[in-house]
């Protein structure tokens, strides 16, 4: 109680200062289990930018020497080149062909050459001039190439509470003695160690025993706290079951050695009943980045305001298994494929009349989210995707399903499929301005159950109309934003300014309207301002004022504000 009491008081005078607007009379469309667990969410934040440690020699271009006797040569041929054909390589110096020259001038062809490698990846590769004869014309010229290749491979672990076993066999799978010495294949190891909790990773590669051989040392060390969390207070509930919320997220790390989470998230609002529990673990295996992570949560809830006097509440009961794994894991080329299996028990009450509905959900879920950066657009751009398919079954109870196969039912129950498609990018002109542009979409095969379907109102969906609005099982949803960040903020945290618009459309039924007539289709749009402070990890405030552009009032009993105010706070520890 003094917890929602605490919560309640912080956001109701925030909530009061956005005034509602008259609103045209209007039938409240009530929440349920579904719809309350399907509020639109931000897209993953892009990985940092920072590279892991790698320590290596870079090998010295062979210095030209001093003026000697002129060489024209007609053609140049290769050794040693077996990741580039020789054909290629040749058109790289098909400029200095039938062109006088001395032993400075091939010895910078030599030089452009493992410059080359250098360019894709292969650090350490040199090119270099033979012992050969130099015809004074019309002769080959010889450029003997040196590939540089794995030799020994050593993981040192500094500190407790890091498997020495585990950390070895996840090197040794992505580093093969014999193997090219590239930028991504150094890289990989240590990214995916250091995206492991409690582990910090370097590399360093120095000359082995032979030449053209390069042994890499890589030293793991525990990094971080054994337990950490957040706390963090919004106002991004739904209004009937609770607008203000309070939320304690608090994880155990590497509980094994072996980088695993374990963890709770707990959620209460300022609407009594109305409680969210999450309980996650997180377990790395196999040699190649693979995860595997079991889930389980629970909802209750129970519906004020306009809403009390029904009695409405429920529950919902969740649990499910994960598996990712790292396709490409690089420092600017990520993508992670994953399959997910996931039951959900949907139960929602009314005691005026007494109604009782029940749903079980079974659904399988396959695809892909990846992470790129690039430089179009005369800046830096970070962006990040996700497509995922899901096929799925509901199963209604008796009274449930007479509903649904009846007149004016939506034939929800059964075999299910959907797509979702996410796509954002963040456009950086300088390190103040950026743009940022971020799309949903969903595709259904059929009417979908309410905790399938795509919402588009809310704090990360369309600002200007509250949780809940715009329920769909298929439609679109965009965000675009510009942001200015302040220089040197004097309170040592990044200070940005923002504004905004949003614009969503959903089909409320995929296969058309239940009641010849109805609309099928909803438009929602907004425009706004907002600011943020601070940074994840360490504290993170967040507002925006945002008004509607579209003639569609809220159904979900939520007055009709202009401007809709969205605060939230969030602290690390």
């Known amino acids: 109680m003094a917890l929602r009491l605490l919560v309640w008081g912080i956001f109701g005078a925030f909530a009061a200062g956005a005034a509602p607007v008259l609103a045209q009379a209007r039938v409240d469309v009530r929440p349920d289990a579904g719809t309350l667990l399907e509020s639109p969410s931000p897209l993953p934040l892009l990985p940092p930018r920072s590279s892991p440690p790698l320590e290596l020699r870079q090998p010295q271009a062979a210095v030209p020497a001093a003026g000697t006797v002129l060489t024209t040569p007609a053609a140049f041929s290769f050794t040693g080149n077996t990741v580039f054909s020789g054909e290629l390589l040749a058109a790289l110096l098909a400029s200095r062909l039938n062109q006088a020259t001395d032993l400075a001038g091939l010895t910078e062809a030599a030089n452009t050459i493992s410059a080359y490698y250098r360019q894709k990846g292969y650090l350490l590769t040199q090119a270099y001039l033979p012992q050969q004869v130099f015809p004074a014309q019309g002769g080959t010229i010889t450029i003997a190439v040196l590939e540089a290749r794995v030799g020994r491979v050593t993981v040192r672990v500094e500190g407790a509470g890091i498997s020495q076993a585990f950390a070895e066999d996840l090197v040794v799978g992505q580093l093969r003695p014999g193997d090219a010495v590239t930028e991504y294949a150094l890289d990989k190891p240590v990214l995916l160690l250091r995206d492991l909790a409690g582990y910090e ?171 790129f950066t690039d430089s179009l657009a005369g800046g830096s751009g970070l962006n990040s995707y996700t497509a995922n398919a899901t096929f799925g079954r509901l199963t209604l109870n008796a009274a449930d399903q007479l509903l649904d196969d009846g007149l004016g039912g939506l034939r929800t129950a059964g075999g299910f499929s959907k797509l979702n498609l996410e796509y954002q990018r963040g456009q950086y002109l300088d390190s103040a301005v950026s743009f940022h542009f971020a799309a949903q979409a969903q595709l259904a095969s059929k009417n979908l159950s309410s905790a399938e379907k795509m919402v588009l109102g809310g704090p990360s969906g369309v600002r200007g109309y509250p949780v809940g609005e715009g329920v769909g099982d298929a439609g679109f949803l965009l965000n675009l934003e510009s942001r200015y960040q302040f220089p040197q903020a004097p309170w040592g945290e990044p200070l940005n300014l923002l504004a905004f618009y949003d614009f969503g459309r959903v089909h409320f039924n995929q296969n058309g309207a239940t009641v010849p007539g109805n609309a099928n289709t909803l438009s929602l749009g907004s425009f706004g301002v907002g600011a943020t402070l601070g940074r994840p990890g360490k504290f993170l405030v967040k507002t925006y004022l945002a008004w509607r552009t579209t003639p569609a009032q809220p159904s979900t009993g939520d007055p009709d504000r202009a401007p809709r105010a969205w605060l939230s706070a969030q602290t690390w520890f």
């Open 201 to 371: 990773a370097g590399a360093t590669v120095q000359p082995g025993e032979r030449p053209g051989q390069a042994d890499v040392l890589v030293t793991v060390q525990a990094k971080g706290p054994r337990f950490d969390g957040s706390v963090s207070v919004d106002n991004h509930g739904a209004r009937a079951a609770g607008a203000a919320r309070a939320v304690l997220n608090g994880n155990v790390n590497n509980l094994l050695g072996r980088g695993d989470v374990l963890a709770l998230s707990v959620q209460q609002s300022d609407q009594a009943g109305s409680e969210l529990y999450r309980l996650g673990y997180t377990l790395p295996v196999g040699a190649y980045g693979t995860r595997v992570a079991l889930s389980a949560a629970r909802l209750d809830y129970a519906l004020g305001k306009q809403f009390e006097a029904l009695g409405a509440s429920g529950r919902a009961d969740i649990v499910g298994l994960s598996v990712s794994h790292p396709l490409l894991r690089g420092r600017t080329t990520n993508l992670y494929g994953f399959v997910s299996a996931e039951q959900k028990t949907l139960v929602d009450e009314i005691r005026t009349p007494v109604l009782k509905s029940e749903r079980d959900i079974l659904a399988l879920r396959v695809g892909l989210a990846g992470n």
